[in-house]
């Protein structure tokens, strides 16, 4: 059977690294041991830009905050879908200003901006959509709640699947899709009820080694037939490969000192899951 190409994937906003440090540190990878370069980090981040506008895909970006180090990392800013963003309740004080200047330029743009409940939820760090569904993950960083409080007031239709390991604190690191049949799946982060409930959904997932994924390689996105990773195997390139993709590598090291490499810097703007925010009651 033939697959689809992802309906989205065209569109991304972006946050300059003017001001990316570690300073703090809320996930296993982020250690006062290697400080940031931040002229790699320029480069890396110009490198990204290029990669996607490369391949046929759009990049609107937001004006940093010297207060805000993450905040390159747009993708945890909130879920952007059928032109509305539910800006995220980020779990950490350190992050919690940047749903706010999120949903400020979202305003701005012309989106709509949806009223979200009490309950933690990073955005699309933790929701990426497979076909008319997003997948949602728990229990590192957003609780569980959080899916049925949006589902309830937005309409979107969520999949939650539990995290198990502090490595893989977001969805985003075990899962990535690439078009209506297939996704990278990494087993490493999620409990055996996790990944049978992906299997079910996913007809023909690509699963990644433990090393595969410590590296990041499902934190990857899709412009058309583009696959842009931080990092792929010869393994990963030629399964990518054999269904008609093209694998990019766009180099992050820099970022993965944060413990965020491609999706993480990336907010998709144009998806579409079917809803009208309008029709629900
Ligand atoms: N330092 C950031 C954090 O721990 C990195 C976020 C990575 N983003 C992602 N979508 N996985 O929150």
């Known amino acids: 059977m033939s697959a689809t190409n992802l309906g989205w994937g065209h569109h991304y906003l972006m946050c300059p690294p003017d001001h990316f440090t570690v300073e703090y540190a809320i996930n296993p990878w982020m250690t ?15 490198g990204l830009v290029g990669a996607i506008e490369t391949a046929g895909g759009k990049v609107s970006t937001i004006t940093p905050d010297p207060d805000l180090p993450d ?7 909130g879920i952007m879908a059928d032109g509305v963003f539910a800006p995220a309740r980020m779990r950490f004080a350190e992050r919690a200003r940047e749903p706010q200047l999120a949903a400020q330029w979202a305003a701005g743009a012309g989106y709509e901006v949806a009223e979200v409940g009490a309950a933690t939820f990073e955005g699309m760090g933790d ?42 604190y977001h969805i985003d ?14 087993p490493s982060g999620l409990t055996s009820a ?18 595969e994924a410590q590296s990041f390689s499902a934190n990857s996105i899709v412009v058309g037939e583009t696959v842009i990773s931080p990092a792929a195997s010869p393994r990963l390139r030629r399964e990518l490969e054999r269904r008609g993709f093209t694998s990019v590598i766009a180099p992050v090291d820099e970022f993965l000192k944060a413990g965020g490499a491609v999706r993480c810097l990336t907010l998709p703007l144009d998806i579409e899951l079917g809803v009208e925010l309008a029709q629900i009651a």
């Open 71 to 77: 905040m390159v990392f747009t993708a945890n800013a």
């Open 127 to 168: 929701a990426l959509p497979f076909r008319d569904r997003l997948i949602a993950g728990y229990g590192q960083r957003t609780k569980l709640r959080a899916w049925s409080e949006l589902s309830e007031n937005l309409g979107w239709d969520f999949t939650p699947i539990e995290l198990r390991d502090p490595r893989f």
């Open 173 to 186: 690191i075990v899962f990535s899709p690439l078009n209506d049949r297939s996704a990278l799946v990494a």
């Open 32 to 46: 006062a041991d290697e400080p940031v370069d931040p002229k790699a980090a320029r480069d890396q981040w110009g």
């Open 194 to 211: 996790g990944l049978r409930t992906i299997k079910s959904v996913v007809p023909d997932p690509i699963l990644l080694t433990d090393d």
